[in-house]
């Protein structure tokens, strides 16, 4: 069978952990309110990093992780390590251990696009280390881009949507 692609996206970006004066729980507050009054389901969760993941950092991505039941729908996870563009290969594949070990994600997560829409079968991977150097032209972040939009927009076969519950949505 054809993979499955998104026919409509809605994309809600939120405060990061790291680019706020407020307090972890305000920002938790903030986003889940967000979250419960614009989404019944969610399809894809995107979580970006850089750099060393302090521990207030990996706590709080860790809750949402735990609120949006990680563990019972990984492949609708992507997991970026980002701003990556200066790194050597060797350090590209120790950031993603590092962040997945943090975080206590599956670093091997992937699933398989059947041929369709042009492909070939593919695997798309759900662990990115990613870069985009500003200036590059085209030709530099192409493959890092299709792997992007890979991972977000191609969905699995057997892809189950996240409820928003709100009776799930109480972070603490």
């Not at 729980?25 to 979250?35: D, E, G, L, P």
């Not at 150097?133 to 890979?150: I, T, Y």
């Amino acid at each position: 069978g054809k993979w499955k692609k998104f026919d409509k996206v809605n994309i809600i970006d939120s405060v990061g952990f790291c680019d706020t004066e407020l307090p972890p729980k305000q920002v938790h507050h903030m986003i889940k309110n967000s979250v419960k009054m614009n989404m019944t389901y969610i399809d894809k969760v995107v979580i970006t990093c850089s750099g060393r993941i302090e521990e207030p950092h990996y706590k709080a991505i860790k809750k949402f992780m735990k609120w949006l039941t990680y563990e019972d729908h990984k492949h609708n996870f992507v997991f970026i390590w980002n701003k990556c563009d200066t790194l050597s290969d060797q350090e590209k594949a120790e950031g993603l251990v590092d962040m997945s070990s943090i975080l206590g994600t599956d670093l091997n997560m992937q699933f398989i696009a059947p041929s369709g829409y042009g492909r070939l079968d593919k695997s798309i991977k759900l662990n990115l280390c990613l870069g985009f150097a500003p200036g590059a032209p085209f030709e530099e972040v192409e493959k890092d881009l299709q792997s992007l939009k890979d991972a977000v927009f191609v969905r699995d076969v057997n892809h189950k949507r996240i409820p928003v519950d709100s009776e799930a949505c109480a972070i603490q």
